[in-house]
């Protein structure tokens, strides 16, 4: 792969800071314009483009997919948090109801139903990209020059 590009379109949605649904519907458009050759998006939006006209139906291929992954979790620095805050945290993100409209659109941010039980597997294509692209030092820290958080 080569000439690989962000899309001024997309670069100024997360600069404005536009949440990640609006930054892949901008790519998704980019597709259908002409303007992008291809775009990176979860299947689940995938289908949902295609439902609701973004993607029109038989305009787009699925070039590749990957090995299923969490695509959301929560960290904590267990010498910081302590074991009681953890607890906490962790029963008010497992009690969200999506039935609770006040928490539904906390859900509906992160495409999610409901939280689940952290788990550490399902990582391994993750590693291996950022270990390919040498994206953390020896030490830990980021180490890719072009990282913006």
């Known amino acids: 792969m080569s000439d690989l590009k962000?899309?001024?379109a997309i670069t100024e949605a997360v600069e404005s800071g536009a949440g990640l649904p609006e930054v892949v519907r901008a790519a998704a458009r980019a597709l259908v314009t002409g303007d992008a050759d291809?775009?990176?998006?979860?299947?689940?939006?995938h289908l949902v483009f295609t439902h609701d006209g973004t993607?029109?139906?038989?305009s787009t291929t699925v070039l590749a997919e990957t090995a299923p992954f969490d695509h959301c979790n929560m960290t904590v620095n267990e010498?910081?948090?302590?074991?009681?805050?953890?607890?906490?945290?962790?029963?008010?993100?497992?009690?969200?109801?999506?039935?609770?409209?006040?928490?539904?659109p906390l859900l509906d941010l992160e495409g999610l139903k409901r939280w689940l039980p952290g788990r550490l597997d399902h990582y391994d294509a993750l590693e291996r990209a950022a270990e390919h692209a040498h994206f953390w030092?020896?030490?830990?820290?980021v180490a890719a020059a072009d990282h913006r958080s």
């Not at 291809?38 to 939006?45: D, K």
């Not at 030092?137 to 820290?141: E, F, I, P």
């Open 6 to 8: 962000a899309l001024d």
């Open 38 to 45: 291809a775009a990176c998006m979860l299947a689940a939006n």
């Open 55 to 58: 993607l029109p139906a038989r």
């Open 79 to 104: 010498s910081l948090a302590g074991p009681k805050a953890i607890g906490l945290f962790t029963e008010l993100l497992l009690s969200m109801d999506y039935a609770d409209g006040r928490v539904r």
């Open 137 to 141: 030092d020896s030490d830990g820290r």
